[in-house]
């Protein structure tokens, strides 16, 4: 009886664990670009624009993307503390008096280009459950079978959101790092940034732009 219930346990266990690997949340960067011919001292000051059209949501992200990527001497600001209404402030002549107004010598978009529901299947398996255990003893072990449970295959329904991410160096005006990334089932919006911040982060410093 012992024996059943642990084999149960087991089952259970192995079932739930594989149900959470299915739909766990994961950010990749599917693509970058650095400038090779960039040569200018890392950056220090960026200014960040999130171009989401929710303008609740784009502040809760500049604000949360902006404290992330702030560490030791390099500091991020949001822009709508400066740009409240992105929608008017398209004339390059205004950006730019934001970017001299804070002192940026960077400037970072972040623009969000798909969220979307998409389907993949997941195909049947088999997982051989141990029906007997260990002796006792130190050299107690005796012989160890298995059950085999198939498990039916099913259908999965996956949230991905996509990100373009593009830094721009001020004193050449040019971009000089771009990256895409997709988020896969994501628990929140604030998991999809810190992903996001992480990895962004961790490529421009491999590639020489920040410290």
């Not at 002192?103 to 998409?118: I, N, R, Y």
């Amino acid at each position: 009886m012992h024996r059943l219930k642990n084999n149960a346990l087991f089952l259970i266990f192995t079932i739930l664990f594989s149900c959470v690997l299915a739909a766990c949340s994961s950010t990749s960067l599917t693509s970058r670009w650095n400038d090779p011919e960039y040569r200018g001292p890392a950056l220090k000051k960026i200014l960040v624009i999130g171009v989401i059209k929710d303008d609740i949501r784009r502040r809760s992200f500049e604000e949360e993307f902006a404290s992330l990527i702030s560490a030791g001497e390099r500091t991020a600001v949001a822009s709508y503390t400066l740009m409240p209404d992105l929608q008017s402030t398209d004339q390059k002549e205004e950006v730019l008096a934001v970017v001299d107004k804070v002192g940026a010598d960077g400037v970072l978009v972040v623009t969000l280009q798909d969220v979307s529901k998409e389907q993949r299947d997941v195909p049947p398996s088999i997982d051989y459950v141990p029906t007997a255990g260990f002796g006792h003893g130190m050299y107690g072990y005796y012989g160890m079978s298995h059950t085999a449970v198939y498990r039916p295959g099913y259908t999965v329904t996956d949230t991905v959101v996509r990100l373009d991410t593009k830094l721009f160096a001020v004193s050449n005006e040019k971009m000089i790092w771009a990256g895409k990334t997709e988020s896969f089932n994501p628990s929140s919006a604030g998991s999809v940034i810190n992903e996001l911040a992480k990895l962004v982060t961790a490529d421009m410093k491999k590639s020489g732009i920040i410290k």
